[in-house]
Antibody
Framework: QVQLQQWGAGLLKPSETLSLTCAVY????????WSWIRQPPGKGLEWIGE???????NYNPSLKSRVTISLDTSKNQFSLKLGSVTAADTAVYYC??????????????????????????WGDGTTVTVSS | QSVLTQPPSVSAAPGQKVTISCSGS????????VSWYQQLPGTAPQLLIY???KRPSGSPDRFSGSKSGTSATLGITGLQTGDEADYYC???????????FGGGTKLTVL
């Protein structure tokens, strides 16, 4: 049974860098993507980005300039860094395991890629508040 | 503003059926698989439906999913008070090259 345990600083000042880490227990990195998703107070889910076992990443275009997701295979951990935070980055941050795969099909004689993606294991969440 | 559009709230009586819609476009729902998540108050989301209509182990068969064109629907039958939660649809957007979620729907069981 895979479990995710996450931690990091919960209170930041504007312009600082948010740093969170997620430890993976009971599973190796192979075969999955490892994601970060956040939820501002009283609002919906926002996808931040993901990384796979080989270090390939996908990022939310709206956050891409400030986000870095990395992994440490020796510790079975992956991390999130978000630079230049503002109050708008105040949220609960979740680490998660995502199954993500590109597939190919023929549509009217044309090769079309499509994506198979779902998130099946979530951490408990870390509340991060940005305030001066 | 979310890429996927869900109604903010739905409600129904215990034992009844409810549906939650999720509307997108050709670059997301129209092309890729949809998943649904349940978020009980104060907890992390949980996977309810994946690959449009498949239930992971542990997800009750009262929950069902479907997709048609650029829209997806979550159905819940035999409503229970314990189903009161926020529900989110999610998928991959091929134009954005990013994961996207709906804004969430709050289910109230009257």
């Amino acid at each position: 049974q895979v479990q995710l345990q996450q931690w990091g600083a919960g209170l930041l000042k504007p312009s600082e860098t948010l740093s969170l880490t997620c430890a993976v227990y009971g599973e190796s990195f192979s075969g999955y993507y490892w994601s970060w998703i956040r939820q501002p107070p009283g609002k919906g889910l926002e996808w931040i980005g993901e990384i796979n076992h080989s270090g390939s990443t996908n990022y939310n275009p709206s956050l891409k300039s400030r986000v870095t997701i990395s992994l440490d295979t020796s510790k079975n951990q992956f991390s999130l860094k978000l630079g230049s935070v503002t109050a708008a980055d105040t949220a609960v941050y979740y680490c998660a395991r995502t199954f993500f795969e590109q597939r190919i099909r023929m549509v009217r004689g044309v090769i079309e890629p499509y994506y198979y993606s779902y998130t099946d294991v979530w951490g408990d969440g870390t509340t991060v508040t940005v305030s001066s | 503003q979310s890429v996927l559009t869900q109604p903010p709230s739905v409600s129904a009586a215990p034992g009844q059926k409810v549906t939650i819609s999720c509307s997108g476009s050709s670059s997301n729902i129209g092309t890729n698989y949809v998943s649904w998540y349940q978020q009980l108050p104060g907890t992390a989301p949980q996977l309810l439906i994946y690959e449009n209509d498949k239930r992971p182990s542990g997800s009750p068969d009262r929950f069902s999913g479907s997709k048609s064109g650029t829209s997806a629907t979550l159905g819940i039958t035999g409503l229970q008070t314990g189903d009161e939660a926020d529900y989110y649809c999610g998928t991959w957007d091929s134009s954005l090259s990013a994961g996207v979620f709906g804004g969430g729907t709050k289910l109230t069981v009257l």
